[in-house]
């Protein structure tokens, strides 16, 4: 297929260094959950309850944010989403004005985090008062952790409610979860209703941990490495902050991701395996693809409008094309190397349904990019 086989002829995917701005700033741009709450209350347990590594993990990932704040990204090698810890409050010698300043511009979410049997929670309700006065920070979601080490479900509800109570004073009415980050038989409890409401305000927290059902082969694999996939997609949809820059470096990142998916199904990247995707995919694809691409890079170019609307649709429909990409890479080069035939139908379906799919984390990733 001629628009694939140009594709591969100009682009070396193994050696594109201008490709870096693209990735810097789609890394400096990520979704960010800022938690806050006092020492003990679990903000680090919650980020290993979620994303499902150790604490090791976990605490090998965080680097400074500010002098007393780290953040960790999350995958480490490649980062679709940030937490940020902050300092717990009512430590001695802590003033956290340093890091509410810093954390509240560069947050999409405020995660409350606050123990269901500690009553005394005088700092953090003085640094929320603080933090809502900035206006910085629309969505917030308050979560009461350990509430299995209470002894009654009537404890349980009570001492929840007086929490509640005392942050709604500051803040006004917030949604909040109920989670034990450990739980008494090692098991957290609560975590998918955590995940639900955190992803009600970041789509991607929901593409990244909610629980799946039963799944084949394929589908586990492509899990495997959807958040590279994302990754990739973030890069792409983050070329669009500068006008007719997405129209070379968007093929470029999707030859790359393409490139690095057959990689890892043991397959050999080259002209060959690019030109048979490309023709299983047909013709009119790549017309469609090219169209829509160019057309997306030319809006942008319209004064007042292309830096706007025209810069925002470019990155929603750069994000989605790329992800899709990848959804469909995985499944013919699983199939290839499986020794399995891969019918046309199957990939455009499967184009369709990943790039539909994919698209309210893609317009909130373009809401943080532009």
Not at 29 to 53: D, F, R
Not at 268 to 274: D, G, S, T, V
Not at 330 to 349: D, V
Request: charge should be neutral.
């Amino acid at each position: 297929m001629r628009y694939f086989q140009q594709i591969y002829r100009r682009l070396n995917p193994a050696r594109k260094p201008g490709l870096e701005l693209a990735f810097r700033h789609n890394a400096e741009h990520l979704p960010t959950l800022w938690l806050i709450g006092k020492t003990g209350a679990g903000k680090s347990t919650l980020i290993q309850a979620v994303t499902g590594l150790s604490d090791i993990e976990v605490g090998r990932g965080f680097r400074p944010c500010t002098q007393t704040a780290t953040r960790y990204d999350f995958p480490t090698d490649t980062p679709v989403l940030t937490f940020i810890d902050t300092r717990g409050l009512a430590e001695a010698g802590y003033d956290p004005a340093e890091d509410i300043k810093a954390c509240e511009g560069n947050s999409h979410a405020l995660v409350i985090v606050m123990r269901a049997e500690d009553p005394e929670q005088s700092e953090l309700l003085t640094a929320l008062r603080q933090i809502r006065q900035s206006g910085s920070i629309r969505n917030a979601l308050l979560v009461h952790t350990g509430i299995d080490l209470l002894d009654s479900r009537q404890e349980r509800d009570k001492c929840i409610a007086l929490n509640q109570g005392a942050v709604e004073k500051v803040w006004g009415a917030i949604d909040s979860a109920s989670v034990d980050l450990v739980g008494r038989d090692g098991q957290p409890v609560g975590m998918d209703d955590l995940i639900g409401k955190l992803a009600q305000f970041l789509p991607i927290v929901a593409e990244l941990f909610e629980r799946q059902g039963k799944q084949s082969v394929e589908e586990a694999n492509f899990r495997k490495l959807k958040t590279e996939i994302m990754w990739y997609a973030g890069a792409a949809g983050a070329t669009n902050a500068v006008p007719i820059v997405g129209l070379v470096s968007v093929p470029a990142i999707q030859t790359k991701m393409l490139h690095s998916l057959a990689n890892q199904y043991g397959l050999e990247w080259n002209k060959r395996l690019l030109t048979e995707l490309g023709s299983t995919l047909g013709v009119g694809f790549g017309v469609q693809y090219a169209s829509r691409l160019g057309l997306q890079q030319l809006v942008k170019l319209i004064p007042g409008y292309g830096q706007t609307i025209g810069a925002a649709s470019a990155a929603v429909t750069s994000y989605g094309i790329t992800y899709a990409l990848g959804r469909v890479g995985c499944i013919y080069f699983f199939n290839k190397a499986s020794g399995r035939t891969t019918s046309p139908e199957e990939l455009k379906a499967t184009y369709r349904k990943a790039f539909e799919h994919i698209m309210p984390v893609a317009r909130d990733e373009a809401e943080n990019n532009l």
